[in-house]
C-alpha cells in the first residue's frame, strides 16, 4: 500500500520530497505535499525524515 501524507499534519517542509528515491512526492497548490500512490514504491523514507509523522502507510 502507498503511502499518503495527511495534509492536517503537513507544514510543507519539503524534507520528505528530497528523501523520496523515486521523486512520487511534489508540492500541491496550497503548498503541502501530495504523495503519488502510482509511483510510491512504500519503502518509506519519506516518513523516516518527517519531522511531523505526515507520511502514513
Same mark, same amino acid.
Given at each position: 500500500m502507498a503511502y499518503s501524507i495527511n495534509n492536517e499534519t503537513c507544514i510543507g517542509c519539503g524534507t520528505c520530497e528530497a528523501e523520496c528515491p523515486v521523486s512520487a512526492i511534489s508540492v500541491a497548490d !496550497?503548498?503541502?505535499y501530495v504523495i503519488d500512490p502510482e509511483l510510491c514504491l512504500?519503502?518509506?523514507?519519506?516518513?523516516?525524515?518527517?519531522?511531523? !509523522?505526515a507520511p502514513q502507510a
Open positions: !496550497d503548498g503541502k512504500d519503502c518509506g523514507a519519506c516518513a523516516g525524515v518527517c519531522p511531523v !509523522d
